[in-house]
């Protein structure tokens, strides 16, 4: 089902970020940590390369190089 975003959150350091995000788009070559109900399997030190998008309910995320813009539900 199709929910609005709320905001995005430009994501360009090593902190954990929480929320409830829908869409993770990656703005370079990027390696994200991810977490969430919808997660299954190990999903740490996922390469994302520039231009890709994730879609799925997200609700912790860590980057351990690169730059994302992560989009609040």
């Known amino acids: 089902m199709?929910?609005?975003f709320i905001g995005a959150e430009l994501?360009?350091?090593t902190n954990n970020h929480q929320g409830?995000?829908?869409k993770l788009t990656a703005l370079e070559d990027s390696v994200v940590n991810l977490a969430g109900p919808e997660l299954r399997g190990d999903v740490s030190n996922v390469t994302m390369?520039?231009?890709t998008?994730?879609?799925c309910i997200t609700t912790s995320i860590t980057l351990s190089s690169g730059t994302v813009i992560a989009y609040r539900i």
């Open 2 to 4: 199709y929910q609005p």
């Open 11 to 13: 994501i360009a350091d």
């Open 49 to 51: 390369k520039a231009n």
């Open 53 to 55: 998008t994730v879609e």
């Open 20 to 22: 409830r995000f829908s």
